[in-house]
Every structure is written in C-alpha cells, then in structure tokens.
C-alpha cells in the first residue's frame, strides 16, 4: 500500500424514485399560514416524486437506499458479496417508519442485506455533498490498493422538512422556504479501476470553506413535529459563494497547468438547487473562467433538490432517457451546507445503467 | 511511506456548561494543532466521527462546523491559496469511527490528496447534559487524533480489518420521531439488546485473534487498546484473548464524569497508555473498536523511533 495505482471508473448506476408525485400547486396548497406561494416561478420545481409511508412500500430513507443499491448491482458484472465497500451518503436517516438513525450505520446494515460480508463498511455525512464526498473517498481507497471496488448509495426521505415548512412557514422570507423545493429519491453507484481512458473519473478534489458553515441547519423542529431544515438562502447562494467552485476548481486546474477551456467538458451536472440557480452558477462560471459552459443537465424541474442525490439522479436520468451520450467528458460540481464545492471530471462509456 | 500520530488529546465541557460536541472537537482539534506546533492550514482534510450532537443536528456536518471551531480555511475566497484548501466530513460507524478514519486517511495520504489528516470524536447527549438521562450509557466527551505521512517504512499503524457479524443489530442509537411532539432537539433513544455484550466480546476476541495471525502479531508484546462498551468489556476480552489483564487497556472517563466513551474510546485509551507507559516487553498497540452494527474494527500501531 505503498503506490498509486492509478485511477478509477464508474461501472454502474442504480437509482429508485418513488412513484408518487405531487405537484407545485398541491404542495403549495398544503402551505398552512401562506396562501398561495409562488414556488414554481422562485425554483422552477413542477412536481416532485414523495415516499410511500406504508411500512410494506419499504420507502424510508433505509429502503429508498437499498431498492437503489439493487438497481445498481443489478446493472454492475459485481455481486453483492465481491464488493470490497459500502458508503451510504444519506442525510436523512428514517428506518423503521420514523426513527431516525444515529448508529448503526446505514452501510454497516446494507452490505449485511446485500451479502457484502466482507466489505469494510461505514457512512458519511456532508450535506448535499455526500454522494460526491463518498466517491471522492472510494476513488482515493481504490487508488492506494485498500479496495478494489464498492459501492456508494444514498436514500432521502427529504420532504420530510417539506412537511415541516409547509406547517410552520409564516413567510416567502422564513428559512424553511429552501425545504418546500425538495423531493425523495435514491441513488447507487459502483467504482472500480480504470483500465481505459474511455472509463475514468480524471479528478474529484472537494473543499469546504467552513465561515459559512452555519448557513444551513438541519434539526428536529422545536414548533411541531418532525424535522426541519433552516436556510439563509440569500447568504447561502449569494454571488461570493457562487464564485468558490471557479475560484477553487480554477486554482487546481491552474496546478496541472490546465485551464477549464482545455478540459473540454460535453456535459456539466450541478447541484439541483432550482432552474435559476443553476443558471446562476453556470453564468458565473462562464464570467469567472472566461469560457462557454459546456451543456447543463438538469432534472429539477420534475425531481424538485434531491439533495444528495442530486448528480447521480440526473445522470441516471439522461442516460437512460438517451439526452446524454455514453463516451462523453462529464463535469459534476457540488454546491452543499458547510459550504462544500469542489469538482468532479469523468469520461463515461461503459456505465451500466 | 506510513501513517503515523503526530499529536493526541482528549476535551470534556465545563461542569456548569451543557456540551456541544462542535465545541469539544473544536477545542480538541485546537489542542492538537498546538501540541504537534502546526498552523490549521497545515491539515487538508478533517474526518468527523462522534456519532451523538448537539440538538439531534443532521446538517451540515459536523465536520465542517469543527472546521471553523479549529480555523481551518474559513473562506477559499479570502484565501485562495491552492494546496491551502481544506475538506471536512463526518464519517460515522459507531464505535469503529475513529478506526474507519484511519483507513481512510491511509488513502488519502498514500495518494497524495494531502499531507495531514485530523480526526476528531466527539459525543454528547442531544440536550447537552448526559449526566441527566439515566438511559444514555455515554460520557459528553470530545478527542482528536492529528494522522500524518511518514517517510520511513518501519512502524506507524498496519492495515486496518473491519468485521461485520451477520447477528442483529445489538445497540442502536435513535430519535423516534413519532411522538416527540417539538422537544426532538434534546432526546435519543440508546437500546442495547439483551446480550449485546455477549454479542460484541465473541466478534471483538475473533476478530482480534484473527488478525493478529494475519500480521504474525504476538499479543504477549502488545497492548490492546479497546473501546468500551461496557464497563467490564477489557476484563472479559482480556479473558477472551488469553491474555493477563494489564495487556488490555479499556479507557476511563476523566475524573468527576460519568458514562462510557463512545468513538473517542480509542483516543483516550492511547493516552492513557501513555501517560502510564507502556509494561515491560511491549513495544507495539493494537487498536480494538467494537459497537453497533455489530461491527468490530482492529488495527497495529507501532510507535516510530524518536517519536
């Protein structure tokens, strides 16, 4: 475990929405204290897939997880017991109905019902940054020789604070207004070596600037029932918080004597905050690298922010939807609570879906 | 090239203060940086492990709350140094936090993506007072652990094994969120089934014997640091193992606390064997971590010359 042995590639992606939807207009409906917001012009959110709580929909944050890692492996040449790690990313945490989950780790639990017996397992918690945080940590344990492959999954139960907001928000300005934009869903993804260009995550560099930590506040409500999560979405998303991830990735590229027109991206995945906040970082983007942005993926318009699942869901979803080309140049940028950015460049050309 | 320990401390709150786990990683991680004589840019990524916080607080991570407690990289803008950039995270695993870190700070530093990695395990009950909920078997107790490449080969921590058993859960740790009504920030739920110590003494002496033929390790020359969970577990595992009983060293809460050590356990077991110096004939640790899951963890530490 001396050396680098080189690199590591996506080989499959599962993923698992749960069939209800509810509209904008429905959600904002259920808005107890503030008629009719206007949700949809401010996120540019039509609908959003909701979980199932009855217990046999095995839809909790636990279940969403595990119906994705099932996908995943479904679509990888791994079974369950080849894989070397487990990483589950989930912030919310619900398994068995409401409780919500400290220890034991969702991983630890997973690789038992996936059969992964012998995989190193734990779970990780960044924010929306989760599913990139645990490909950054899978990359760099495939690299040193720990591991030879695994597994980061991620299940979120995320209008759950949704729920929360619509009971308790008073305002458009209240810092619940952020929960109203999300939606459930469940990602998976495979890593193992690269032994072709054609197949390989080039970087993942993450960075948290930490003064902004307390932005975004994630707790159990202390109004009413449920959990809740607490926004200064106008800090949070400002124009100097845009201007990290190009003032970061810039500066890493500027180190392999790159630049980000030279990177030739087909494809750029950012966090799905909203439309206009998409639109927001790829303009700032342009402005800060001085160079077009290459074509913006995007599934928030009917996925609502799903938090850390966020970029695999869209790749997921465009892959399969054939708008998104196997062979391309991808470019993942995360934009999460602590603040965290960072970049993450992979050609993709084999990856089961 | 190895990871080795540069630098170790343990915090607890003020008696008269409720305990924040940020605020104990924080000082923790302070701690550490000022005894191994480093500036907070000096550390490129810091690995959360504490599994219990402050009002039940799910996001961000707790990592990158303990970032700004420790002044690391405040804001990229103000400093936009390349290579300066900084990456926190919680990793959580129970009671095998501290010991998941360590391999993954192997990875990191094995490739490069930063020269230290500092590790912090802080627990305290959601309502900041475990000394007020009899049900909570845990201390409010914070630690960190500054891990760093070495260039000699010799020594520093081996390869770290971690077990999985295919037994029930045997300890969890939850907010049931039904019925709390809106006093969810200062509640959690510890249930430790019955035979849960059975349970994790049976993986935690298999694993161990396990691994110690693996690394051709003698037990006789090692101290085996283990976690906690019970307040007899080393004398049993020690029993396990074959082993007398000054060869396994379970950590105890600072004086005047109450409650077990959860993920810093095996933080303050290391400096408790060395503030009483290591017995005759025993020149290596072996780190033992064993909680819910269950799961156990085991890694070597051999101490480099001059350290």
């Known amino acids: ?353 | 090239m190895t990871t080795v320990i540069k630098a170790a401390t343990t915090t607890t709150a003020p008696a008269d203060e409720a305990a924040s786990a940020v605020l104990l990683a924080g000082r923790a991680a302070q701690d550490c940086l000022t005894e191994a004589r480093l500036s907070p840019e000096a550390v490129g990524v810091l690995i959360n492990v504490g599994v219990y916080r402050e009002n039940n607080t799910f996001e961000p991570a707790i990592g990158a709350m303990v970032q700004k407690e420790a002044g690391m990289n405040l804001d990229y803008l103000a400093h936009p140094v390349p290579g300066a950039a900084a990456f926190s995270f919680d990793l959580m695993n129970g009671a095998c936090g501290v010991l998941n870190a360590i391999q993954v700070a192997q990875a990191l530093l094995t490739t490069g993506s930063t020269e230290r990695v500092l590790v912090t395990a802080a627990d305290v009950h959601p309502s900041g007072r475990a000394a007020l909920d009899a049900d909570y078997p845990y201390a409010d107790l914070g630690a960190a652990l500054l891990l760093e490449r070495s260039a000699q080969s010799e020594g520093g921590f081996g390869r770290v094994q971690l077990a999985g058993s295919q037994s029930a859960s045997a300890v969890a740790g939850y907010l049931p969120t039904a019925g709390m009504g809106s006093t969810g920030r200062g509640r959690i739920t510890v249930r430790q089934d019955e035979g849960f110590a059975e349970q994790l003494l049976d993986l935690a002496a298999g694993t161990t014997l396990e691994y110690a033929k693996a690394e051709g390790i003698d037990l006789h020359r090692t101290l085996v640091v283990s976690s906690r969970p019970t307040p007899d577990f080393g004398t049993h595992l020690a029993a396990r193992l074959g082993l007398p009983a000054f060869l396994v060293l379970t950590p105890e809460v600072p004086q005047g606390r109450t409650g077990l050590p959860h993920t810093a356990a095996p933080i303050l077991g290391y400096l408790q064997a060395l503030e009483q110096g290591l017995p005759a004939d025993v020149d290596q640790f072996l780190f033992v971590a064993a909680g819910a899951g269950p799961s156990v963890a085991c890694v070597s530490y051999r101490p480099q010359e001059g350290s």
């Open chain 1, 1 to 353: 475990m001396t050396s680098d042995v080189g690199y590591s590639r996506f080989e499959a992606l599962g993923a698992y929405l749960p069939p209800a939807i509810q509209s904008t207009p429905d959600l904002v409906a259920s808005v107890a204290q503030v008629p009719d917001v206007p949700l949809e012009r401010i996120t540019g959110v039509r609908e959003r897939r909701v979980y199932d709580p009855r217990p046999e929909a095995g839809e909790d944050s636990y279940g969403l997880a595990l119906k994705a890692a099932e996908d995943a492996l479904a679509h990888s040449r791994y079974q369950g017991a080849e894989l070397d790690v487990v990483i589950s990313t989930s912030i919310t945490r619900f398994k068995d109905g409401d409780d919500f989950y400290f220890e034991p780790s969702f991983a630890a639990l997973l690789a038992k019902e996936l059969g992964a017996h012998r995989a190193i397992h734990f779970d990780l918690s960044n924010a929306c940054a989760g599913m990139l945080s645990g490909v950054y940590l899978l990359d760099r344990m495939i690299r040193a020789g720990i591991v030879r492959n695994g597994l980061v999954v991620s299940g979120e139960q995320c209008t759950r604070v949704a729920q929360t907001a619509a009971r308790e928000l008073v305002d458009s300005y209240d810092p619940q207004f952020a929960s109203l934009s999300v939606g459930d869903s469940a990602v998976a993804v495979v890593l193992d070596r690269s032994v072709d260009e054609a197949d390989r995550i080039h970087y993942v560099d993450l960075m948290t600037s930490s003064e902004f930590s307390h932005l975004c506040l994630g707790m159990p409500s202390d109004q009413s029932e449920g959990i809740a999560l607490y926004t200064d979405n106008k800090k949070m998303h400002n124009k100097d918080r845009l201007r990290l991830w190009p003032a970061f990735h810039g500066g890493q590229l500027a180190k392999q004597g790159s630049t980000f027109a030279d990177e030739a991206f087909d494809y750029v995945i950012q966090h799905q905050v909203g439309t206009r906040f998409v639109d927001f970082v790829n303009q700032t983007g342009a402005s800060e690298f001085d160079s077009e942005m290459p074509e913006s993926l995007t599934g928030v318009e009917v996925f609502g922010n799903t938090a850390t699942t966020s970029h695999f869901l869209v790749l997921h979803q465009h892959l399969t939807e054939g708008t998104a080309r196997q062979g391309a140049k991808y470019l993942m940028v995360p934009a999460a609570s602590g603040i965290v950015t960072g970049a993450l460049s992979a050609t993709i050309t084999n990856l089961g879906v």
